[in-house]
């Protein structure tokens, strides 16, 4: 059970912190680092740390980019329906 609960904090910490920054190095950075951080207390617990936080690090890169690239679509849209609505 404690596991599980560090786990799902772990976790939750990386996620929160992929969003931090505003251009794409600063999403993807902010993302593989919070990814290595969740992975190295997962891998941890199983007796790998290093591994996990490899594994951490290119999930939360990857989750940084799909971020970003959502973020700069809603900009996108943002900047046409001001321009619509004048």
Do not use: F, H, N, P
């Not at 910490?13 to 992929?18: D, I, N, Q, T």
């Not at 190295?40 to 996990?52: T, Y």
């Amino acid at each position: 059970m404690k596991t599980t609960m560090l786990t799902v904090a772990a976790v939750g910490v990386s996620l929160a912190l992929v969003g931090c920054g505003t251009t794409t190095a600063s999403r993807t950075g902010s993302g593989a680092l919070g990814g290595a951080a969740a992975g190295a207390a997962v891998g941890s617990m199983s007796g790998d740390a290093g591994k996990g936080a490899l594994i951490g690090a290119g999930v939360g890169a990857v989750g940084g980019l799909i971020y970003d690239s959502q973020q700069k679509e809603k900009e996108k849209q943002q900047q046409r329906d001001y321009y619509y609505t004048r």
